[in-house]
């Protein structure tokens, strides 16, 4: 069985849905805002237990570029401070911080909705075409997307090792499935690395 000690080693994390699923467990462990900073998140701290087997060669944090929105002013220049603040963070800490596709604004009703495009798209990408180059060996996704499905068959399929890391809390059953193992951040993990010193 694979123990992680291969040459190419990535682990791809999708940022948005990865920081969503940290808000969840603050919310679940009753984690009030000001006592968490998830700008200054300590992903080292996080990940050093869980992928202790793996010898990570890359880390690569996904995100979608962040626009000003003239209805939304004020919250869309926070969030473009905090996506600055974490990369800084990240890029300290050995990440690559990747910005791919874009969060779009909508209107529904009377509200300004943002989704995000285009991340889980490059994600699957970058899965395909690392392997294709034979600059992946293992791949640990970080990422609650269903749609990154057809990238995981694709990538067992040319005998890559594929590791989904999910959280405790609700974790994606399909990505469970699919790929060679699964790794679960417990929530007092995520709690250490989140909570202000």
Same mark, same amino acid.
């Given at each position: 069985?694979?123990?992680?000690?291969?040459?190419?080693?990535?682990?791809?994390?999708?940022?948005? @849905?990865?920081l969503h699923k940290i808000k969840e467990v603050l919310k679940k462990e009753g984690v009030r805002k000001k006592t968490a900073d998830l700008a200054q998140i300590d992903l080292h701290k996080l990940l050093q237990e869980p992928l202790?087997?793996?010898?990570?060669?890359?880390?690569i944090f996904y995100v979608s570029r962040l626009h000003s929105h003239p209805e939304t002013k004020k919250k869309s220049n926070e969030l473009i401070?905090?996506?600055?603040?974490?990369? @800084?963070n990240l890029t300290r800490q050995g990440f690559e911080f990747?910005?791919?596709? @874009?969060?779009r604004a909508q209107k529904i009703g009377n509200k300004v909705v943002f989704r995000?495009?285009?991340v889980d798209v490059k994600i699957a990408v970058d $899965?395909?075409?690392?392997?294709?180059?034979?600059?992946l060996d293992c791949?640990?996704?970080?990422s609650s997307d269903s749609d990154l499905q057809p990238a995981v068959a694709e990538l067992r399929e040319r005998k890559i090792e594929?590791?989904? $890391?999910?959280?405790?809390?609700?974790?994606?059953?399909?990505?469970?499935?699919?790929?060679?193992?699964?790794? $679960?951040?417990?929530?007092?993990e995520v709690l250490a690395a989140c909570l202000r010193k």
């Open positions: 069985m694979y123990n992680g000690f291969m040459n190419h080693c990535v682990l791809f994390i999708d940022g948005e @849905n990865f202790r087997r793996f010898v990570v060669t890359r880390k401070k905090f996506q600055r603040t974490i990369g @800084n990747v910005i791919a596709g @874009n969060v995000e495009k285009g $899965l395909v075409s690392f392997s294709s180059r034979k600059i791949a640990i996704l970080c594929i590791v989904y $890391l999910g959280f405790e809390e609700n974790p994606n059953k399909g990505l469970s499935y699919t790929t060679n193992r699964t790794i $679960l951040l417990r929530n007092s």
